[in-house]
C-alpha cells in the first residue's frame, strides 16, 4: 500500500463529474487499498477518488466506530433522502484549515457496489449521510464551498488563500539559503 496525494483546490480534476468504473479489478482494489491508507494518514473519514486525481466514481468512508464499519462504494447513487434537512460543520481534505456549516438531509439511503463487485446498500444517518453526501458531491466536480452562499464562500477562500501564503512562507523559511559559487 502507498500514500496517494491528496489534490488541492484550483486542480481541474477537482471540478469534472467523474467516469462510472466499468470494470472492478485488481488495479481499482489497489487504488481503494491506497485511498483508505492516504484517508487515515490524512485523519480523514472519508475520500473520493477525484480527490487523488482519478476520475472515477469511488469514494472510501470509515467513521471509526463499530455502528458504522469501513467501506468503499464504487458507482454510487442516492436512491432516496429524508425530508429533514440540518447544518454541520464540514471540512475537506482538498482544501485544508478551513470548514463550513453545510445545510444537508439528515438521512439518505445509498446504493452501489463494493470492491468485489456486490451490491452495497447503505441506510445512513447523521455523520455518515452527511460524509457520504460530502464524498458523492466529489464524484460530481461539487465542493462543500458551492453549497455556501456567496459572502460566505468568499470570506472563507480569503481564509484559504492566507493560510495557502503563511504555509508557503513558513516553508520557504525552512529551506536554506542557495549560494552561488
Do not use: W
Request: aromatic share 4%.
Amino acid at each position: 500500500m502507498s500514500e496517494l496525494k491528496i489534490e488541492l483546490l484550483g486542480q481541474p480534476v477537482l471540478r469534472q463529474k467523474a467516469a462510472e468504473v466499468t470494470e472492478i479489478d485488481d488495479e481499482l482494489r489497489a487504488l481503494i487499498r491506497n485511498m483508505f491508507e492516504t484517508m487515515y494518514i490524512a485523519e480523514g473519514i472519508g475520500l473520493a477518488a477525484p480527490q487523488v486525481g482519478v476520475a472515477k466514481r469511488v469514494f472510501v468512508a470509515d467513521l471509526k466506530n463499530e455502528k458504522d464499519p469501513r467501506f468503499a462504494l464504487i458507482n454510487p447513487r442516492i436512491v432516496s433522502a429524508g425530508k429533514d434537512r440540518e447544518k454541520a460543520e464540514e471540512g475537506c481534505l482538498s482544501i485544508p484549515g478551513v470548514s463550513a456549516l453545510v445545510d444537508r438531509p439528515m438521512t439518505i439511503v445509498v446504493e452501489g457496489l463494493d470492491e468485489k463487485g456486490e451490491p452495497l446498500r447503505v441506510e445512513a444517518d447523521g455523520l455518515l449521510a452527511r460524509c457520504i453526501q460530502h464524498e458523492m458531491d466529489h464524484l460530481d466536480g461539487v465542493l462543500f464551498i458551492d453549497h455556501l452562499s456567496p459572502l460566505k464562500r468568499s470570506m472563507l477562500m480569503k481564509k484559504y488563500k492566507t493560510l495557502l501564503a503563511e504555509d508557503a512562507a513558513a516553508a520557504q523559511e525552512k529551506t536554506p539559503a542557495r549560494r552561488s559559487g
